[in-house]
Structures are given as structure tokens and as C-alpha cells.
């Protein structure tokens, strides 16, 4: 029960941010398509700000969100580039075996930055390139 309702929180999560990028639109655009490499899976890049890293509790919190709504195991803290690295046990042969119910975070991967170039892993099959305005 708390699952289902911390899981219809991260999608009012999801459409505030969607609601925040209509006003500020992204200068880089997402093009290309999945190639099923699964690198992307075993290796969830949660950024997340510096303050975070400082607080034992926060951290736990940030842990604890991903590995009990979204159900990845933490893989490693890289607290040097400010990112907490998770694995999901959900992919069965480099595909996803919950895909109509995956989270947000990988719905939207590779969701590209407001004012960065969003990197993506190199055996990926999508790429950024800037909007033309």
C-alpha cells in the first residue's frame, strides 16, 4: 500500500517537472533509439546535490526512495560527482521485464538537462544535439 502510494507521488513528481519545462524549454533535444545494450540499467545515475552527500540522512533517504519505490540496488555512492549508482533487477536480457510499470527515471532516460549537455553511456543508441531555435 505505501509502495503504490509513493509510486503515484513519483508521477506527480513527473508531471511537475514536465509543467517546469513548459515555460523553460530544454536546449538539447533527445534523437536516436534504444539499442538494447541494457548498460543503462545495470548503471542508474541518480544525481543529486552536494548538501546531500554532507547529510547521512539524506543520503539513507535518496537510498531508500530508489531501492523501496522503484526497487534498484544500490551499486555505489560516488559522492566526489555527486551521484548515487543503482542496478535494477527488473532487466531479464538486456530488456525490462516490468516495461508497461518501470519508473519515471526510466521512462525518461536519457532525459536531457535545462541548461547542460546531458551525457549519455557510449554503447547507447541515443544522443543530444542542440535545438535549433
Known sequence: MLRKFLR????????LVRLVEWPFP??????????????CCRNIGVVAPDWVFRSRAATRMVQWWYEYVNEFYLKQIEADEQVFVFGCPYLKENTCSRYASRPPICRNYPQGGFFTRPATFQTCGYHFQKKLR
Open 8 to 15: 503515484a507521488l513519483q508521477e506527480v513528481d513527473y508531471a
Open 26 to 39: 530544454k536546449k538539447y533535444q533527445r534523437r536516436g533509439q534504444c539499442h538494447k545494450t541494457g548498460v
